[in-house]
């Protein structure tokens, strides 16, 4: 990896053994960096803060080696990265503003696509992920990781059917707790459709009645002005001298007719002339029929205008005209319909939530019995892996219950509670002794002993689930002495099949490293390329001694990492 302007890092390279890197250093030098550099790498959070004051920017960059075929590159090359000769190129800029960018293989990417290839590059543990295993269900969730698909097959299906339990229970709370709600909301949707088909209004009524009532209301004035208008047109028989327009238009028509012949053009005027006259019989004729048609019947007016009174009261209570009426009648319709249906559709969901609650109960047992079967061997290679970190009597188990619950699933003749991930309660317990009684790590461990119970979980983790990388942020925290020389023996061994990198203050872990990288700071305070080095003969008995006894020339201290040195080698 290359670290620039992060924490108190300037601008430094970190190269990483196949096997098994310590990295060490003065407190504050920076090595916790390394970590999180690496879980920048990974998709972790971008803090503005981790950029170095000064700076506009943090980049970490780093180089993977990959194999064809993995799924950590299939999912490289679907995101659209390039495998450049089987090493995969990851880097991640933070702005100072709090910007975040990810680039992989050449590509910018999503910060969510370094997050998914995370678990299957690297497992990172730290103190924070000690004191997350003393959560109860951090312990079920390694129980469940180590037990593979015995747990998660039934696991998957006891999810489908609790997601679906919770969908009918949600649906059926509703119905009922809203019963007198919905009730209330039917009468108003009866009660409005019966005032409309009281009614009964057509599509259009409304515009035609106003048309109508315009008419009917104004019947002298318009049969006055048809009748002057036919007179205009056709003449008035009481008036037989009196002039008229289809007479002035046929007099034309005649002077014209005699001389058509001598000239085109006057022919055509002629026909149109003769066209007029048509058209002047068509209006007078259809003005004569709508005089005598035209009624002033006040019956009707007083009729349409009670059927208009009719028509608005309903447009002021369900829409703005008739259509918006029709319109809300046939949605309420539908509406009440499915409100009528509650009382059948609480007996079709009780009887749905009665049978996935059997279901779930059946599916609850077979998690149970996969996780107590697991639960034996994870404790008995857990307690195996402690014998080899200096806890040779110790014994670890997981207690597995259930919490009793009326409202529950029933699981072996008893209601019990349940959640999302089953009925079962998982914690791991401790006996560090011989006749001492087993009992919660959060209460039973020490600090020594819980860094030591955690790094063999992540042991037998290897074996099962393995990834290529693990990270250990000062997970020795708490321990010396033999207990120190066991677990470097211990991380040396896990480094023969995975590459491991310790962040330690343990001068006993160190020794046991493949390579050790000091981490040390120029005297302004920074981290510079030349800040975090490859230690080797000389130097590295140095640094083991500062560790050993802050003092890098002490002959006792250099004694004493001399030999931890030759006891890694024989112990390699």
Do not use: C
């Not at 160190?510 to 030349?530: I, P, Y």
Request: net charge negative; hydrophobic share 45%.
């Amino acid at each position: 990896m290359r670290i620039r302007s992060l924490g108190v890092i300037d601008d430094a390279v970190v190269e990483l053994s196949p096997g098994f890197t310590a990295v060490t250093g003065e407190t504050g030098a920076g090595k916790t960096m390394v970590v999180t550099s690496l879980g920048l790498l990974l998709g972790g959070r971008a803090d503005p803060a981790l950029v170095r004051i000064g700076a506009e920017k943090a980049v970490v960059e780093g180089r993977i080696s990959v194999s064809a075929g993995d799924s950590v590159v299939v999912r490289a090359e679907e995101a659209g990265a390039e495998i450049d000769d089987g090493a995969l190129l990851i880097s991640r800029t933070v702005s100072a503003e709090g910007r975040s960018r990810a680039h992989l293989g050449g590509r910018s990417v999503p910060v969510g696509v370094l997050a998914e290839l995370a678990d299957e590059l690297v497992a990172v543990h730290g103190q924070t992920d000690q004191q997350g295993l003393l959560k109860l269900n951090r312990q079920r969730q390694a129980l469940d990781r180590y037990a593979g698909d015995a747990v998660a097959v039934p696991l998957a299906k006891y999810t489908e059917a609790y997601r679906r339990l919770r969908a009918v229970s949600v649906e059926l709370d509703e119905i009922v707790t809203r019963a007198r709600e919905r009730a209330q909301e039917a009468d108003m949707l009866r009660y409005g459709l019966d005032e409309i088909a009281g009614v009964e209004p057509r599509a259009g009524e409304d515009v035609e009645l106003a048309e109508e009532a315009e008419r009917l209301g104004h019947a002298e004035a318009l049969s006055s002005a048809a009748t002057a208008a036919h007179a205009a047109l056709a003449g008035n028989p009481e008036d037989p001298e009196g002039i008229d327009a289809a007479t002035l238009v046929a007099g034309a028509q005649r002077a014209l007719e005699a001389v058509r012949s001598h000239d085109p053009a006057l022919a055509a005027l002629t026909d149109r002339i003769g066209e007029i006259g048509i058209l002047l019989g068509d209006v007078a004729g259809e003005l004569a029929g709508y005089a005598d048609d035209l009624d002033a019947d006040p019956l009707r007016l007083a009729a349409v205008e009670e059927r208009r009174a009719a028509l608005t009261a309903l447009t002021r209570k369900y829409g703005d005209d008739v259509a918006s009426v029709l319109a809300w009648a046939e949605q309420s319709a539908a509406r009440l319909t499915q409100l009528d249906g509650d009382d059948e559709r609480i007996d079709e969901l009780t009887a749905e939530r009665d049978a996935l609650r059997a279901e779930l109960g059946g599916l609850a047992q077979a998690l149970t019995d996969a996780r107590t079967d697991a639960a034996e061997r994870f404790a008995a290679a857990v307690t195996a892996e402690l014998a080899s970190l200096a806890m040779p009597h110790a014994r670890v188990s997981f207690a597995l219950r259930q919490t009793e619950d009326p409202d529950g699933v029933e699981v072996g003749g008893r209601a019990v509670a349940y959640g999302s991930a089953g009925v079962d309660e998982v914690e791991l317990l401790l006996a560090p002794h011989p006749g001492a009684p087993a009992r919660p790590i959060a209460k039973g461990a020490s600090g020594g002993e819980l860094s030591r119970v955690m790094l063999a979980v992540e042991v037998v983790f290897a074996g099962t689930d393995p990834v290529p990388t693990y990270l250990f942020d000062e997970v020795d925290a708490g321990v010396g002495g033999k207990a120190a020389v066991e677990i470097g023996r211990r991380l040396a061994r896990l480094a023969k099949t995975a590459q491991v990198v310790v962040v330690t203050h343990l001068p006993q872990v160190a020794a046991f490293a493949d390579r050790q990288l000091l981490v040390e700071k120029t005297n302004d305070g920074s981290v510079t390329r030349s800040g975090v080095k490859v230690l080797e003969g000389e130097e590295r008995v140095r640094e083991l001694s500062r560790m050993l006894a802050g003092q890098e020339d002490s002959e006792t201290a250099r004694a004493h990492a001399e030999e931890l040195l030759a006891t890694a080698r024989a112990d390699a």
